[in-house]
């Protein structure tokens, strides 16, 4: 067989190097470029061939977007618009202890998405077993849990559940959590007083409500 | 069996008695090698006359130099953005103590030409990502050892955006390794035709993670106290400064207050060490397993150069492509094929070309994709690498770019730019090439 | 703001050097490679073993000896990575000597130039190493010299081939080389001992389940998973005539009565704690079996018949079968995987598992220390090798090292009781056994070509004539395979035999194709395993080759054989 010998039939197109016996794959492709070079130099002046590609990253990023359901309870604001890496989701519960809230969490999303997952924090201070004063939030799928097959409606799923369903098992803020637990009506004052700004437990939170 | 002689190849001071055994054996017909492929002098000049990228100067860079100078290769660059640290000399053998902050690439390419007779080494102190595709073009083939997956995705990206079907020079081989204690793995990517880093990364796992309120509320174990420190203890009290995981006073702060925690919950185990591993997240490694996989990569960019014997990948798209090692308990290597994904994001949709009239306006654009017969697309959002012309399904991304859609494409995006289209619809992205009609 | 916390009793200099090593194996493993002296019989052209000792020299391997008699000539410079172009002329051992101390400043290297034929004959030449690389070619008569003082000083001994793109190496150990640390996968060491639960165990599952049903739901999704276990094994005793469950279906039941606990009416709807009982049910409710590592090492005659000199292996090995006798498990490694649970119920469990292995290891030790009274040993073996034992004892591993294959021109080679095994390799095609049968045609070939003169370096196949030489060796080669027909009693039918043939005429004619000349590629793929294995011999860590071990740089696979 001599055509082929390289087995880059696709690229090569058949009988092109009939006559070029070539070393591996390496010689296949280069003795072949020889040829075309002087016409790619001529095609080349054209279209310029050093523009940036998009990233996999973004381009997993825009799918997940152009897939997010937001509902009527959240929305999201692009500082750059030209930047979708970078975002931020507002929640505002219609329903449960954290109704009247609005909540605003970042979003930064690495080169690595999403073999990495989205870092978010939530931009208040605010009383709620599973985020801390800080704004770290624990949920599952945001660290241990994280799998490159879920998405960024998975996250903002679970986000929202969190205001549903606070958890009081497993908190990042432990009073908040005890409070849950022990006394859920202490609880709910909590809340709203957290949420209009007031002081719990002598800790001042940001007001947060609409 | 026929023996072609091998004549001065000009070599310096023209002589090729050094390269005795290597010239010895691509000189003869193998029994396993393709009998179409050349020997001798033809085989032995595709060693001389292709340049060669290297990325990474670290552990497995240094033996990939040594290698690459002793197959023959004479024209060979290499890019690291590091500088030496005193923890690269259990394995990284060209550098000295006297050498620790310097950069790796430098010295490593250095040390390589004066070592190795009529080799030339081009360091760029920097990141790949600072390199267009001009730069790439230039390579025959890139060799990998690195130990970060982000930029493995990177180049590999770049690799498989460059193939061009009318130019067979565009497809550029991508040899990787990676290891992790006495375990290692080297595989070869001929771009588009076989699995590329991105089909394999289900092969990467993610670095285990334990949960952010066992940290906080329940630590059992020395490294959760270590995580708690580090994640949350230092944004807490010392929010101002950028926490820098080379830094031993930063390191030290960790570790003094992963110890006080590890006290207060009886958890024995702390050290000073698993704080700098939890940290730095420091994989274990030695010298024996970086000359194994990067001699393994090294001996398939000589077999594809020369043609001296089949290489990993090769034929596509069925030929094995990957082999792991694993030193542990015996020695085990399984070497397989591992199949190209069609639905991979990076190399299961190739840009296609399309020509468009740059004073249409985004609009006009927009709307001929549900006319597109391989799209019918209703609802498309489109972005370019640095833009994001029109996202429909975000209601506040579509506000910000309507005001896009009236401009014309020209001035949008540039002729020969790349962009993906999403729709609800597609299971995966596509992307185009635009191509301006004159 | 916070201070800056007083500089601490920080790592030292070595120990920021070798961090990312000795984080595989540790202070004791890098002390025993700080001790170890290599001797390097370099032959050839003389690669792979300097490749290998590059390894070795890196991590610290204390001392190093090259003896090479070759005058380094252009050849060299071309293949050898630390030989400079000033070396042409001077002695390669020491050349390469003085370039591989440069690697680190703490490790020693000595070289000679003397031929290895007028070296090995002074006595006790070979005593002051540790352990020893042969790279071949190398004479018969001198590799049974070599073998012979390996064999009673129990020294380990590595020979190597690096020829083209193949290459082999041959490991021979001590007839007893046992491994405590073998280094398991963390997922299947902990011995969690839930069928043999001892008082404190079942005191502490009483504390903490007796009020299941009536603690809070956060209470109750935090018992560890181990309690949860244990807590329903006694209730599922209790109505299956106080047995354990016996089989896969009782196992599956029981693993039902487990998720039928889990509390499902809390927020989340479940629990993780639960999800981890019953996720752990098949992997361990196994009776404690011994692995046949274990009992190959308790059932052989060093254990069971301890003498006054006997290794400390054995010593501990007798005392931790007679615990198991007594016992019926071994001693527990005290060791508690991570599992839901609050901070202190964890650390009372993990408590219970350490006093526990602690009170195992006390009877071990008291045993070990009746064992030297009897054998009057005045060298009372130190605690903490007892308790390293103790914790490591179900994967114990025992490598028998056996004798090496030496090829010589007009004799057979014999195969033993591995004759069989051989054959059934023959047509096995992940195997790699015909590489390995090249390479004894090879070195018989260079017994029966001495000498161009220098040194009586051996003429290797295909250094001038490929195809006359190609001729001879698969000719060789074919002997040795019908020799192992003939040996395992067997015949050999066509196609199959043909076949086995043609498999090994390529083979062949792939070796002869280098003419003896190393692809620097192979031997340093080839230095990297053999430094791994004489890293893993030295520290006595990890489990190392048993025996041979074929590397294929044409297909890029290994093969391991015990040939």
Redesign the interface.
């Known amino acids: 067989m001599v055509y082929g010998t390289c087995g880059l039939e696709s690229l090569c197109g058949p009988g092109q190097h009939q006559n070029q016996r070539c070393s591996g794959i390496l010689g296949t492709l280069l003795t072949l470029s020889q040829k075309q070079q002087q016409q790619q130099a001529e095609n080349a002046a054209g279209a310029a061939g050093k523009k940036k590609k998009v990233t996999a990253a973004q381009l997993r990023v825009q799918k997940d977007l152009s897939e997010l359901s937001l509902g009527s309870t959240m929305k999201t604001d692009f500082p750059n618009p030209d930047d979708i890496l970078n975002f931020t989701l507002t929640i505002d519960p219609d329903e449960g202890m954290y109704k009247g809230g609005s909540f605003s969490f970042s979003f930064a999303i690495n080169q690595n998405f999403p073999h990495d997952p989205p870092k978010v924090k939530c931009k208040e201070k605010i009383y709620h077993p599973n985020i801390d004063l800080e704004g770290n939030v624990c949920l599952n799928i945001l660290r241990e849990d994280w799998k490159p097959v879920l998405n960024l409606n998975a996250v903002i799923v679970g986000l929202q559940f969190l205001f549903l369903e606070p958890n009081a098992s497993d908190p990042l803020n432990k009073e908040a959590a005890e409070d849950l637990k022990t006394n859920r009506e202490g609880f709910k004052r909590n809340v709203r007083s957290a949420m209009g700004g007031g002081g719990v437990r002598g800790e001042t939170f940001q007001r947060v409500l609409k | 069996m026929d023996e072609t002689t091998v004549a001065d190849m000009a070599n310096g001071d023209g002589s090729r008695i050094k390269w005795k055994f290597l010239d010895r054996i691509v000189s003869r017909q193998g029994p396993f090698a393709d009998p179409d492929n050349p020997i001798g002098e033809q085989a032995l000049q595709m060693l001389s006359s292709v340049k060669v990228l290297v990325i990474g100067a670290g552990g497995l860079g240094c033996e990939i130099l040594k290698n690459l100078a002793l197959s023959g290769f004479t024209d060979i660059h290499v890019i690291d953005m590091d500088t030496i640290d005193v923890s690269n000399l259990n394995r990284q053998f060209l550098f000295r103590q006297a050498d620790v902050g310097k950069h790796k690439a430098e010295v490593a390419a250095r040390f390589v030409e004066s070592r190795v007779r009529g080799v030339k080494i081009t360091p760029y102190c920097g990141k790949i990502q600072d390199k267009d595709e001009d730069y790439y073009m230039q390579f025959a083939f890139v060799v990998c050892g690195l130990d970060s997956i982000e930029a493995r995705r990177w180049i590999n990206a770049t690799l498989v955006g460059m193939v061009d079907e009318e130019n067979p020079d565009s497809l550029k081989p991508l040899i990787d390794g990676g290891t992790e204690g006495f375990k290692g793995q080297s595989k070869v990517i001929l771009p588009t035709m076989t699995s590329c880093i991105e089909c394999q990364l289900d092969l990467h796992a993610p670095r285990a993670a334990v949960p952010l309120c066992t940290l906080a509320t329940i630590p059992r174990q020395p490294q959760h106290c270590i995580e708690w420190a580090h994640i949350i203890a230092w944004d807490e009290e010392r929010k101002d400064i950028t926490l820098d995981n080379d830094d031993p006073e930063h390191i030290t702060w960790l570790y003094q207050k992963a110890l006080k925690r590890a006290e207060d919950f009886d958890i024995p185990g702390v050290t000073y060490s698993m704080t700098q591993g939890v940290v730095k997240n420091i994989i274990p490694a030695i010298a024996s397993t970086n000359a194994i996989i990067a001699a393994s990569c090294c001996n398939e960019a000589f077999k594809f150069a020369t043609g001296s014997n089949p290489s990993l990948a090769y034929p596509p798209p069925d030929a094995n492509n990957y082999m792991t090692y694993s030193g542990d308990d015996s020695i085990y290597t399984y070497t397989f094929t591992h199949e190209k994904k069609d639905d991979c994001p990076v190399c299961g949709n190739l840009a296609k070309t399309m020509e468009i009239d740059p004073s249409w306006t985004l609009q006009e654009f927009v709307e001929s994709f549900a006319e597109r017969p391989e799209a019918q697309l209703k609802k498309p959002s489109i972005r370019s690498e640095a833009k994001t012309l029109y996202m429909q399904s975000i209601a506040s991304l579509e506000e910000q770019t309507r005001p896009n859609l009236a401009k014309k494409l020209s001035e949008l995006v540039s002729d020969g730019e790349e962009i993906a289209v999403s729709d609800p619809a597609l299971q995966i992205s596509f992307k185009y090439k635009l191509v301006f009609k004159s | 703001?916070?201070t800056?916390?007083p500089?601490?009793q920080?790592?030292t200099?070595k120990?920021?050097?070798?961090?990312?090593?000795?984080?595989?194996w540790g202070a004791n493993g890098q002390a025993a490679l700080e001790e170890a002296h290599i001797l390097l019989i370099n032959s050839g052209?003389g690669v792979v073993g300097i490749?290998t000792l590059?390894?070795l020299v890196?991590?610290?391997a204390g001392n190093f000896t090259i003896l090479d008699s070759a005058i380094v000539e252009?050849?060299d410079?071309?293949?050898n990575?630390f030989l400079?172009?000033d070396s042409l002329g001077k002695s390669r051992a020491e050349q390469c000597c003085e370039l591989l101390k440069?690697?680190?400043?703490d490790v020693d290297g000595h070289f000679s130039s003397e031929p290895i034929e007028t070296f090995i004959t002074k006595p006790d030449a070979l005593d002051p190493y540790t352990l020893i690389l042969a790279t071949a070619p190398i004479s018969p008569e001198i590799l049974e010299i070599i073998i012979a003082h390996a064999t009673e000083t129990l020294t380990p001994l590595f020979y190597i081939h690096s020829v083209?793109?193949y290459s082999h190496f041959s490991v021979h150990l001590p007839h007893a080389f046992p491994v405590v640390d073998?280094?398991p996968d963390p997922v299947t060491i902990s011995d969690l001992r839930l069928l043999n639960p001892w008082p404190a165990l079942t005191q502490l599952v009483q504390e903490k389940t007796a009020h299941l049903e009536a603690m809070?739901?956060?209470d109750h999704?935090?018992v560890p998973y181990v309690l949860l276990l244990l807590h329903f094994l006694e209730k599922w005793k209790s109505a299956h005539d106080d047995k354990a469950p016996q089989n896969y279906k009782e196992k599956s039941e029981f693993r039902e009565m487990v998720r039928a606990g889990t509390r499902t009416s809390?927020?989340?709807g479940g629990e993780e704690n639960s999800e981890e009982a019953v996720a752990a049910v098949l992997k361990n409710l196994n009776p404690p079996e011994l692995s046949s590592n274990v009992k190959e090492v308790f059932n052989s005659a060093e254990c069971v018949g301890a003498s006054p000199d006997s290794q400390n292996f054995w010593i501990i090995a007798s005392a931790i079968s007679s615990f198991h006798k007594n016992n019926k498990v071994l001693p527990l490694p005290g060791s508690v995987p991570?599992?839901k649970?609050?901070?202190?119920d964890?650390?009372a469990l993990q408590n219970v598992y350490k006093t526990k292995a602690r009170e195992d290891f006390a009877e071990v030790l008291s045993i070990v220390r009746d064992i030297e009274a009897a054998l009057e040993r005045t060298n009372p073996i130190d605690e903490k090798e007892v308790e390293a034992f103790c914790k490591g004892a179900a994967h114990i591993k025992l490598v028998r090292g056996k004798g090496m294959h030496i090829a010589k021109p007009g004799e057979t080679i014999e195969w033993l009781d591995r004759a069989k095994f051989a054959f059934g390799s023959l047509t096995n095609p992940d195997s790699l056994i015909h590489i390995y049968i090249a390479f004894l045609a090879y070195d018989s070939f260079g017994a029966a070509h001495p000498a161009d003169g220098l040194n009586g370096a051996a003429l290797a196949p295909g250094t001038t004539d490929?195809?006359a030489d190609?001729e001879k060796m698969v000719g060789m080669a074919q002997q040795i395979i019908d020799d192992i027909i003939k040996e395992a009693g067997k015949t050999m039918e066509d196609p199959e035999y043909t076949e086995v043939k043609e498999q090994s005429?390529?083979v062949v004619?792939?070796l002869v194709?280098?003419?003896g000349?190393?692809?620097?590629?192979?031997s340093?793929?080839t230095?990297?395993?053999v430094?791994?294995?004489v890293?893993?011999v030295i520290t006595k860590q990890?489990?190392?080759?048993?025996n041979c071990?074929m590397w294929d740089?044409?297909?890029?696979?290994?093969s391991?054989l015990r040939l």
Do not use: W
């Open positions: 703001m916070a800056t916390p500089p601490l920080g790592p200099s120990e920021k050097k070798y961090d990312r090593q000795l984080r595989l052209s490749e590059k390894n890196l991590p610290g252009e050849a410079l071309g293949v990575f400079a172009s440069e690697l680190n400043p083209g793109f073998t280094h809070s739901d956060d999704g935090h809390n927020p989340e991570d599992m649970a609050k901070s202190n964890y650390i490929f195809e190609t005429q390529k004619t792939e194709r280098a003419g000349g190393e692809l620097h590629n192979i340093a793929f230095g990297g395993t430094a791994q294995e890293i893993k990890y489990v190392p080759v048993d071990c740089g044409v297909s890029s696979t290994i391991v």
